[in-house]
């Protein structure tokens, strides 16, 4: 194994090595607040 005597720095954006959109936050409130309606619905129908 080499032993490397200056390890290579990285920023933050070097390190992610790509674009960071925030579409993922969208989706997790999206799919949040479809599946609160779908068991309003479910409690609904059943109760």
Request: cysteine-free; charged content about 15%; proline content about 4%.
């Amino acid at each position: 194994m080499a032993i490397m005597d200056h390890p290579e720095r990285l920023t933050a954006t070097e390190a992610r090595a790509g674009a960071t959109p925030h579409v993922t936050r969208y989706v997790l409130a999206i799919s949040l607040v479809l599946l609160v309606v779908a068991f309003a619905a479910l409690l609904m129908i059943w109760a």
